[in-house]
Structures are given as C-alpha cells and as structure tokens.
C-alpha cells in the first residue's frame, strides 16, 4: 500500500539527514521519500520526513521558520564552526559578560547578511563546498540574506552560552556561532544544537527511528503521519463541487469561487467529500485558478 503523508522524526546525533531517508525508506517500503529542511550530522532534533505524494510539496516547507537551541562555547574556533573540525585558535574568553552578549546579539537580529561556512553543502560549480574545503582548494563565500526573528538568552555559564533562536531558512547557526565569537574577540564553535520547531512541527511532537520502527511493526505507522496538506495551512482553501473538481483533475483553469486571487497566488483546493485535491495557482493574465500540483485520492 501507498504512503502519502509526513512524518515529524526526532533525528539523532552523528548520522545525515539522508541516511535518515533511506532508513526510513527500508522501514517502510515507499520509494518516494525525502527531507525537508537539512540538519547537519551533530545536530538533533526536527525533520520532516515526507513519503509518497508529500514529496511534492517540500519546496512549500522550506519557506517556514526554525527554532533551535544552541550551545556555544567561546574561546575555541574551529575550521567548520563546531565541534566536528579543527581547532583553530583558543584565546581568553573571561572577557565575556553578560553585559556585552546582550550588546552583540542585538547586531545579530533583523535582517541580516551572513557568510555560511565553506564546510557546508551549498554548490560551487556542481560541487559542494564542504568536498572543496576538504581537499584544501580555497573557497570564498558570498554573503545571503538571512531574518533573526528572535534570540533567548536561556543560561549564560562561561564560557557557554544556551541560546534559543527563531529564524528564517538558510541561516546556518554554526556561522552565527563563529560571528558571534568574532564580535566579542575570543572566537567560539557551536558545541551543540537542537531543532526544536520547523513550522507546525515541533520536538514535543516528534518520533525517534526507534519508535517509527516499532509503529512499522505493528502496522500502525498510519498514525503517526500527517496529512499531506497539513503544512499548508496558511494557503486559503477552495471548495470544489463534483463537475469543478474532475475539471481540476483533468487540468483545466477555473475561475475563482471561495479562494479570492487577492489573497495571495496559491490556494489549496479539495473536492466535495473533503479530499485534498491540488495546489492552485492564479495565471495573472486571466485570473483563473490553474492546477500547478494535482494529487491522487
């Protein structure tokens, strides 16, 4: 049988988001699964995992806000900005107070220009940077345009400090560890991070790969999945009636009906028993709802 639907893993320490995918395509048998959201090896915490037809809508998921906590430790920096690299220099962080944390970290949200760190995954010419950096080639990274909506100073015993971060996609967490660090003059690594929330999806709410083993098991992983248009909340909803709905189906533009265009370029439609149908977008040519993703059901 199909699955069409999302999982909330917990994912542990020391294994890639990816191979996080392929245990969970092993488990359950479904050739269409993927991740929305990478979160590096180290780090822990929420992970969207999508199967079957939920696949098709992770370019939707990764335009939600994150929330981590971050352990950073100053005094130490390293060459990929955590704890998996090489040191590069230790130097005295006694200087470090409360006082000038609350001062630097001010700089940091808002929207803000972030260089990420060469050890990363983004591409330079078809290859990713981390395999540059590793080979000793040189790397140089342009600035991205990152939003800090919030950070929460939760504990402060130097030289750490626990931070609570809510922010937009892409920002990477170990940059704003080293940033940070480089501000206040003694340097600092992020030592360990946590996802705590990924849009909707929260850690509370989360599954370690032991439980969605288990659930597979016993044949009730079913309940553990979230419905396919459940990311899509914010989308407004158009209610399709039987002649509308096979249309949609079939591909053909409609006109709008309880979905105003006014309201944004994507909607979500359903047919009249409540089946979640298609993802909507408006031509703004014609005003017509067209059926940019059609879905089985």
Not at 202 to 220: F, M, N, R, W, Y
């Given at each position: 049988m199909d699955l069409n639907g999302i999982l909330n893993v917990n994912k542990p320490g020391d294994c890639t988001s990816f191979s996080i995918v392929a245990r969970i395509r092993r488990m359950t048998g479904e050739k269409r699964v993927g991740h929305a959201g990478t979160l590096d090896p180290a780090a822990t915490g929420v992970?969207?995992?999508?199967?079957?037809?939920?696949?098709?809508?992770?370019?939707?998921?990764?335009?939600?806000?994150?929330?981590?906590?971050?352990?950073?430790?100053?005094?130490?920096?390293?060459?990929?900005?955590?704890?998996?690299?090489?040191?590069?220099?230790?130097?005295?962080?006694?200087?470090?107070?409360?006082?000038?944390?609350?001062?630097?970290?001010?700089?940091?949200?808002?929207?803000?220009?972030?260089?990420?760190?060469?050890?990363?995954?983004?591409k330079i010419n078809g290859r990713q940077s981390y395999s540059l950096a590793r080979e000793g080639i040189k790397i140089s990274l342009q600035p991205r345009q990152i939003r800090i909506d919030r950070l929460e100073m939760l504990a402060f015993e130097p030289p750490y400090l626990k931070l609570r971060i809510l922010c937009s996609k892409g920002t990477y967490i170990r940059s704003l560890a080293n940033d940070l660090g480089e501000k206040l003059g003694c340097g600092a690594y992020l030592k360990e991070l946590v996802r705590t929330a990924y849009g909707q999806?929260?850690?509370?709410?989360?599954?370690?790969?032991?439980?969605?083993?288990?659930?597979?098991?016993?044949?009730?992983?079913?309940?553990?999945?979230?419905?396919?248009?459940?990311?899509?909340f914010d989308l407004p909803k158009l209610v399709l009636d039987e002649k509308m709905a096979r249309e949609?189906?079939?591909?053909?533009?409609?006109?709008?009906?309880?979905?105003?265009?006014?309201?944004?370029?994507?909607?979500?439609?359903?047919?009249?028993?409540?089946?979640?149908?298609?993802?909507?977008?408006?031509?703004?040519?014609?005003?017509?709802?067209h059926p940019e993703k059609v879905f089985g059901g």
């Open positions: 992970l969207p995992i999508c199967l079957g037809q939920a696949t098709r809508i992770t370019e939707y998921l990764h335009a939600f806000s994150k929330e981590y906590v971050a352990n950073i430790e100053f005094g130490v920096s390293t060459d990929t900005f955590d704890g998996q690299g090489r040191v590069m220099s230790c130097k005295d962080a006694s200087g470090v107070t409360l006082s000038s944390l609350q001062h630097e970290l001010e700089a940091f949200e808002g929207i803000i220009d972030q260089v990420p760190p060469v050890y990363s995954a983004i999806f929260t850690l509370g709410d989360s599954h370690s790969p032991e439980e969605i083993q288990s659930a597979v098991e016993s044949c009730k992983l079913e309940t553990l999945l979230y419905p396919v248009d459940y990311p899509l949609v189906r079939q591909g053909a533009d409609i006109a709008p009906d309880s979905a105003d265009p006014a309201n944004g370029p994507l909607c979500r439609a359903y047919g009249p028993g409540g089946t979640f149908i298609a993802i909507m977008k408006v031509r703004p040519e014609t005003g017509m709802w």
